[in-house]
């Protein structure tokens, strides 16, 4: 089994930024992929970043130049910048990872931004 946690979400204006971390542990020998998907009240989950484990990435087009995601390999973490914020951005955000095949998901951290 694998477990995530995310840890970050919080409450932000809009213009500001927030960090997010996802935290890997389990049977993880081979980790592949690891990013984020989030959700927003009404919406269906949607991918904003992904990172393979070579480092390529994939984001959402909406959210290039604002979003920068990162990984540590050997800390199993991977992380989220989110800059410029915007009350649109408000949803829970979903670590995501893939093992051998499977995907994995964590529970979630909400981020709200105000206007």
């Known amino acids: 089994q694998v477990q995530l946690v995310e840890s970050g979400g919080g409450l932000v204006q809009a213009g500001g930024s927030l960090r997010l971390s996802c935290a890997a542990s389990?049977?993880?020998?081979?980790?592949?992929?690891m990013g984020w998907f989030r959700q927003a009240p009404g919406k269906q989950r949607e991918l904003v970043a992904v990172?393979?484990?070579?480092?390529?990435?994939n984001y959402a087009d909406s959210l290039k130049g604002r979003f920068t995601i990162s990984r540590d390999n050997a800390k199993n973490m991977v992380y989220l910048q989110m800059n410029s914020l915007k009350p649109e951005d408000t949803a829970v955000y979903y670590c995501?990872?893939?093992?051998?095949?499977?995907?994995?998901w964590g529970k979630g951290t909400l981020v709200t931004v105000s206007s």
């Open positions: 389990g049977s993880i020998f081979r980790l592949n992929a």
């Open positions: 990172m393979s484990s070579r480092g390529t990435t």
């Open positions: 995501y990872c893939s093992v051998d095949g499977k995907t994995y």
